[in-house]
């Protein structure tokens, strides 16, 4: 794209429209991933699915750990097949066909709206964000702020759909909910159709096509292996396969933890790596450790927070009872509010010289993150003796969540871009994506212990939650004491 497109607020016009697409995606995405641990435990009189706490826990951290797993093929589907424009529009479709199905007031068909909702997303996800930086020039200096204006498009969309899924939900009915997240995608697609003129060029081919043979027999691949999906669904409902989702989610956090190292060793070993860039992978590696045993926790939200806040907090103000949902879009506002100083922050430090480690920064921010579950084990405790908590106890806990969120998650992406092999780094940056699900699991089993019938078991969970994530903290923080070093010292390979 020309440096001289400057037609949205100094940027170019393209990121208009994945600002916008990006941010109707997130309304539907976030409006809707609020409200599933709520339905699922809901009772049947209450028109719920009437799940066990551990069971709909487990599901979502399926649910949300696949998402960030198919992110992978996603992007592969657009560098070899279908180029980004076309595999963002097909996502949105599906994605949007997901909401719908969710919106059909059956329980036979939850199941199919989650699959369609996670294989959209992750057709969407990642090559939208790439799409972002090919609007600029390799050396254009307004990448940085750009990824910055389309961050908050994210964070906008995910407060609307907290609110406005949210507010369905109390008021009208789940399935007016999920469809409230139907329109928001239909909404994000219309406006993507109408205005993609300002993507010409960006991500019109793939980057790495297949001969049309070869992509016949991909493609033959990729039907086969969606049918194989579709039979085992159709057997799962007629009651030929029986699926125990907590020990599918066991077996899955275990292969994608595999996964994780098997490709990190064969990229160690098998890599022709220079000593320097050896160290590099090592200190990437403990900020990989890092970030799944974060998202474990931070991933609370959706899940034993949510039933905290429905279930054990004061959500009413006069005559107004907060929607349990919008407790949630506290970590986006805290968000739009604090990344400027956070933006700052660094840039201040490294002006007084003073310039923390990858991996001291991702501690600091596990341990901040951490800090947030001791604030619930006081609030447990109330609850655990009958009583409603005041909301500010969840509003404290998002706010250190954020806090812990901004420390780690942009650094990590920094560090994966920084510290990677730069012959590996796409790969490295899929390796990294797994972190994120290998979290999300971890999250859900761990959201399933929260057993509703032994509230006294709640404040003792919470504790263990953060004495561990504060115990990881403070080892990557003594290791970040030599990895800094490591860090430092193949600077003269990058060049």
């Not at 020039?137 to 906008?156: F, H, L, P, Q, T």
């Not at 297949?210 to 292996?225: C, D, R, S, T």
């Not at 998650?409 to 510290?419: D, G, I, M, N, T």
Request: glycine share 10%.
């Amino acid at each position: 794209m020309s440096s001289q497109d400057t037609g949205f607020f100094g940027h170019p016009k393209g990121l208009s429209t994945l600002f916008f697409t990006e941010m109707w995606e997130r309304m539907s995405y976030y409006g809707m991933r609020a409200l599933l641990v709520l339905f699922m435990t809901a009772s049947l009189q209450q028109e719920g699915l009437g799940f066990t706490v551990a069971s709909a826990a487990a599901i979502y951290g399926l649910y949300t750990g696949a998402v960030y797993f198919l992110g992978l093929p996603g992007g592969w589907v657009a560098d070899r097949l279908l180029g980004g424009q076309k595999t963002v529009w097909y996502g949105g479709i599906i994605i949007m066909c997901g909401h719908i199905i969710l919106a059909i007031p059956s329980e036979h068909s939850f199941f199919i709206g989650l699959i369609f909702v996670a294989l959209g997303t992750g057709l969407l996800k990642p090559n939208i964000s790439a799409m972002v930086g090919q609007l600029y020039d390799s050396e254009d200096e307004r990448r940085d702020s750009g990824y910055a204006i389309y961050y908050m498009g994210i964070n906008i969309g995910s407060v609307i759909g907290y609110y406005v899924c949210g507010y369905f939900m109390e008021n009208a009915g789940w399935h007016y909910a999920f469809g409230a997240a139907a329109v928001g995608m239909a909404v994000g697609l219309i406006q993507y159709r109408k205005t993609i003129g300002n993507i010409e060029g960006v991500g019109n081919a793939p980057t790495n096509p297949f001969a049309p043979e070869q992509a016949k027999k991909v493609w033959m691949g990729i039907a086969l292996l969606l049918l194989g999906v579709a039979a085992i669904t159709a057997l799962t409902y007629a009651g030929v396969i029986v699926i125990n989702p907590v020990i599918l989610a066991q077996y899955v956090a275990v292969a994608f933890t595999v996964i994780f190292f098997a490709y990190y060793a064969l990229i160690y070993f098998k890599g022709n790596l220079s000593e320097d860039e050896k160290k590099k992978m090592w200190a990437l590696f403990f900020v990989c450790v890092a970030s799944a045993c974060f998202w474990s926790g931070f991933e609370q939200a959706g899940s034993s927070l949510n039933l905290f806040a429905r279930d054990y907090t004061d959500r009413m103000v006069g005559s107004f009872s907060i929607p349990t949902a919008w407790f949630q879009s506290a970590n986006a506002i805290f968000i739009i509010i604090l990344s400027p100083f956070f933006a700052a922050l660094w840039i201040n430090l490294a002006k007084r010289m003073i310039t923390p480690s990858y991996n001291l920064k991702c501690a600091i921010g596990l341990v901040i993150m951490a800090s947030g579950f001791l604030v619930m084990f006081m609030a447990s405790q109330y609850a655990a003796q009958g009583l409603k908590v005041a909301p500010y106890w969840l509003i404290t806990t998002y706010f250190l969540h954020t806090v812990g969120e901004l420390c780690l998650s942009p650094v990590a992406l920094s560090a994966v871009s920084r510290l990677s092999p730069q012959r590996f780094a796409g790969q490295m940056m899929g390796v990294f994506v797994l972190t994120y699900s290998i979290g999300n699991i971890i999250s859900g089993l761990l959201a399933g212990n929260f057993d509703p019938n032994k509230v006294e078991e709640m404040p003792n969970l919470y504790l263990q939650i953060s004495l561990f994530s504060i115990g990881v903290g403070i080892i990557i923080a003594l290791l970040s004491l030599k990895s800094k070093s490591w860090e430092h010292e193949q600077q003269p390979s990058q060049s």
